[in-house]
């Protein structure tokens, strides 16, 4: 019954305040992630935006001027994770916290000696349990043309992982998957990242990756929207494992649009992201 109300609610808000069809050709244009979406899906994927932004509340912070392209090219990628599983995957918090550039993250942790450190690093990029996601509308748009990099798919990824409670790289899977399949898979990619990482190899992934198992989900994410063919050939088992998580397969429909990072040009490292 509840459900049924909220449907008719959301049908309800989509039939008066869908984001306007030019706004939308404009932000899927800027988006080369989304070449090979069929025009059904792109229309699914403008609905979920439309009430991504009625849920969720855009808050400008240092200095932020907010301008209308911002908050339907943040939803369009932000809702591309959960387009074949729905917008209750994102329940549960409601801030988005936009900042110009990158901030400085204030964070106190205590030490095994009960010793409380206060630290400030630059971020990107942030996700807080229960609480905001926090962008740089700057490292947003610079990441626009860069295959691979995607700071709203990579936070997104951290909220879907939280879902469980706890932020290790597990979010919650479907009945027709395995844990044990899904731990298989991504354990030795990871235990594979973090070697080369420390050996000073050359990585396929952002090196930032091998931060911890909670990155490692979020950066692979990320990558897996935005350069399939990379997770694919890196981590097979990995990719069959992303791709019955968000029961999308990038890698069938990306192809063509020629989104691939060149060989001499890998992605970056990315500087920080919670
Ligand atoms: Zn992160």
Known sequence: MFGLFRDWR????????????????????RLPLLAGLSPAELERLRDLATLFLRDKALEPAGGLALTPDMGPLIAAQGCLPILNLGLDYYRGWRSIILYPEGFLAHHEY???????????????????????????WADIVATLDEAGLNVVIHEMAHKLDMLTGEVNGLPPLHRDMAIADWSRAFTAAYQSLCRDVDRGRPTALDPYAADSPGEFFAVISETFFETPAVVAASYPEVYRQLRAFYRQDPLARLPASGRLPAASDPPGPTPGCG
């Not at 010793?115 to 609480?131: F, K, N, Q, T």
């Open 110 to 136: 205590t030490d095994a000696t009960g010793l409380v450190h206060s630290v400030h690093r630059p971020l990107i990029g942030e996700a807080w349990e229960r609480g905001p996601v926090i962008l740089s």
């Open 10 to 29: 959301r049908r309800r808000w989509l039939a008066r305040a869908r984001i306007p069809a030019a706004d939308w050709r404009a932000t899927v244009a």
